[in-house]
Structures are given as C-alpha cells and as structure tokens.
C-alpha cells in the first residue's frame, strides 16, 4: 500500500521585500531544493519542493497575486482568490517593522474570501521592540482578521520558522509524494529554464520542428545591485528550414518565443528578466553526448 504521508499545496503571499524569499529559503534550510520547475497548469507555477519523512509541501507560485502593488480593488481581491484556488496553506508575509500599508491590509480581503487558511507571518521581528509586536498581534488577532494563526518570524536569523513549518505541516491534507522526495537533486535551475523556453518553442511551433529542439543556457547571471537576471540562451535545431521557423518573417516568432518565455521566467525567478535567444543550426546535435550533458540530460 501506498505510504500516506501529509503533502500538499503551499503559497507565499505578500508585498514585494517583506522576505518572502528569505522566508522560503529557511524553511527548506539545507535541503538540496530546486527553485523552481514547469508550470503545472498556465496559472501556477511550483517554486520549491520540501520534503522530510513525514510531509512534502509543495511551494507554488500564484503569479496574479505579486501584481497589485498597492490597494487592491475588489476586481483585484477576486481575481487573486481565484489564483489561490487548490491550494491548502496561504502563507501571508508582511513586514512587521514597516507601518502597515492599504497594500497589507489587501491580505486581510483575502484573508477572508478564500478556503484555505492563512497563516500570517509577521517578518523582521529581530528589528521590533517587543511593545510593537504585541501591538500587532492584537490588530491582527482580532475576529475581522480570519487568520488561522499568527506566526512572529525572523526570517533572516531564523526565528520561529520551524514553527511556521509545523503549522503548515498541521493544516496539510493526507495525501501521496507527489514527487520523488530526490526530484530536486538532478534539475538544475538552468535546466529549467531552458525547458521553459523549450516549452514556447512547443507552444508556438509546427510539429516536426520542436522534437528536433534543444535550448542551451549560455549564461545567466543577476546584475550586480539584483533585481534583473541577464539570460542568453542558444536554441538548437536540426535544419535550416527549422530555423527559419523558429525566427519566423522578420524575427515574429523568435521574439514571441522570447516574450512569453520571459513572462513565465520573471515569474519563476521573482525577478526581471533579460532574455536574449539565438537560434542555431547543430546537425544531429541529438547524437552529441557532451552537448547532451551541457543541456541537462543524462
Ligand atoms: P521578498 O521580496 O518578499 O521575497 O523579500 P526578500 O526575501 O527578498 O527580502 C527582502 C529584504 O529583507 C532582504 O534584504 C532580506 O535580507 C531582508 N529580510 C528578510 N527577512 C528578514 C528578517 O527577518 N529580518 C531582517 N532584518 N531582514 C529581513
Ligand atoms: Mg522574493
């Protein structure tokens, strides 16, 4: 029989630098986790996979709701529900040492429309006096609140972010490893990337050219003060006449494989993204065992 364990689906909501990331990469710790993989449906997009002995918890990415920057309208708290369906645990992050904004308070609508429960982290306790804690705490205790639990975090010293694994682990459903609790250990980020792009190619092209298709990152590398990753990648193919798809009249093609790829990659990465794409003819590339291994596969 089928081992039970508590798995399911987690995402990480709140305004841009409340320590989201910071949050996520403590949670995982040490464990060898890939940032992220292919979409699963258009909507979601998995970030990062935890798994111990007992749990796995899938970390996804709900893109609408990094978008509303300050108040949500109504449209907008809809709209972000409607992002956040299928998944078991919101986890909300703000940061406790900045003054609440309209843009904080959005989590609170959410809070209160959607099924599954919202664990409320406050960030950055480690710069608070404890008066100002317990100032929040109240605020957000209250009934009007519908948080399922309020968690005081220090994400970056680590901080009672094992409890923040624990009530998620708590609020999980019984359920199957979704995936192999190794899964992360032979995906490189590049790797996904690359199938990232691969994926438009697929998206956008005729049959016979995507089999003959390989994507290979160049280079990737985040500019120096972050906030944008620079990414070129080569995309392979076995004939001339593919590549001429592939660029399509005047170049049409290639910057729409360009565009969509970006889109999902800023998503992915949490970041802007420049993607610069070339297209190449490499004859039986597919017979090339060491452009094989710089591609991903084994
Ligand atoms: P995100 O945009 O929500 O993903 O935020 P990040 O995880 O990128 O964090 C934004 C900034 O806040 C970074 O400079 C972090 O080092 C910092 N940060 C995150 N968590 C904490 C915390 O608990 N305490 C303090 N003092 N800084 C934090
Ligand atoms: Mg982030």
Not at 20 to 31: A, D, F, M, P, Y
Not at 58 to 65: L, N, S
Not at 142 to 167: M, Q, R, W
């Given at each position: 029989?089928?081992?039970?364990?508590?798995?399911?689906?987690?995402?990480?909501?709140?305004?841009?630098?409340?320590?989201?990331?910071?949050?996520?990469?403590?949670?995982?710790?040490?464990?060898i986790t890939i940032i992220s993989s292919k979409p699963?449906?258009?909507?979601?997009s998995i970030?990062c996979i935890?798994?111990?002995?007992?749990?796995?918890?899938?970390?996804?990415?709900?893109?609408?709701?990094?978008?509303?920057?300050?108040?949500?309208?109504?449209?907008?708290?809809?709209?972000?529900?409607?992002?956040?369906?299928?998944?078991?645990?919101?986890?909300?992050?703000?940061?406790?040492?900045?003054?609440?904004?309209?843009?904080?308070?959005?989590?609170?609508?959410?809070?209160?429309?959607?099924?599954?429960?919202?664990?409320?982290?406050?960030?950055?306790?480690?710069?608070?006096?404890?008066?100002?804690?317990?100032?929040?705490?109240?605020?957000?205790?209250?009934?009007?609140?519908?948080?399922?639990?309020?968690?005081?975090?220090?994400?970056?010293?680590?901080?009672?972010?094992?409890?923040?694994?624990?009530?998620?682990?708590?609020?999980?459903?019984?359920?199957?490893?979704?995936f192999?609790?190794d899964i992360t250990t032979d995906v490189t980020e590049r790797f996904v990337v690359s199938e990232f792009i691969r994926e438009k190619i697929?998206?956008?092209?005729?049959?016979?050219?995507?089999?003959?298709t390989a994507v290979e990152i160049e280079a990737m590398?985040?500019?120096?003060?972050?906030?944008?990753?620079?990414i070129e990648a080569n995309i392979y193919?076995?004939?001339?006449?593919?590549?001429?798809?592939?660029?399509?009249?005047?170049?049409?093609?290639?910057?729409?494989?360009?565009?969509?790829a970006?889109?999902d990659l800023?998503?992915l990465l949490?970041?802007?993204?420049?993607?610069?794409?070339?297209?190449?003819?490499?004859?039986?590339?597919?017979?090339?065992?060491s452009i094989l291994r710089s591609l991903g596969y084994k």
């Amino acid at each position: 029989m089928e081992k039970k364990i508590k798995s399911g689906f987690v995402s990480v909501i709140g305004r841009p630098n409340v320590g989201k990331s910071t949050l996520i990469n403590q949670l995982l710790g040490e464990r060898i986790t890939i940032i992220s993989s292919k979409p699963q449906t258009t909507r979601n997009s998995i970030r990062c996979i935890y798994t111990d002995e007992k749990s796995q918890i899938i970390f996804i990415d709900t893109p609408g709701i990094h978008k509303p920057l300050s108040r949500l309208g109504e449209y907008m708290v809809n709209a972000a529900t409607e992002s956040l369906k299928g998944v078991d645990v919101i986890i909300a992050v703000i940061d406790a040492s900045l003054d609440i904004t309209p843009a904080d308070m959005d989590i609170i609508e959410i809070a209160k429309e959607v099924k599954a429960p919202v664990i409320l982290v406050l960030n950055k306790v480690d710069k608070i006096e404890k008066s100002r804690l317990e100032l929040l705490l109240t605020k957000f205790s209250t009934d009007e609140s519908h948080f399922d639990c309020l968690i005081p975090v220090s994400a970056k010293e680590g901080l009672n972010t094992n409890v923040v694994l624990e009530e998620i682990v708590k609020r999980m459903p019984e359920g199957p490893l979704y995936f192999p609790a190794d899964i992360t250990t032979d995906v490189t980020e590049r790797f996904v990337v690359s199938e990232f792009i691969r994926e438009k190619i697929l998206e956008l092209t005729s049959d016979e050219v995507p089999h003959g298709t390989a994507v290979e990152i160049e280079a990737m590398r985040e500019r120096e003060g972050g906030g944008i990753i620079d990414i070129e990648a080569n995309i392979y193919c076995e004939k001339d006449s593919h590549k001429g798809i592939i660029i399509g009249k005047q170049g049409k093609m290639l910057k729409e494989i360009g565009s969509r790829a970006r889109i999902d990659l800023e998503n992915l990465l949490d970041c802007k993204v420049n993607l610069q794409l070339w297209v190449k003819v490499r004859k039986n590339w597919r017979d090339n065992n060491s452009i094989l291994r710089s591609l991903g596969y084994k």
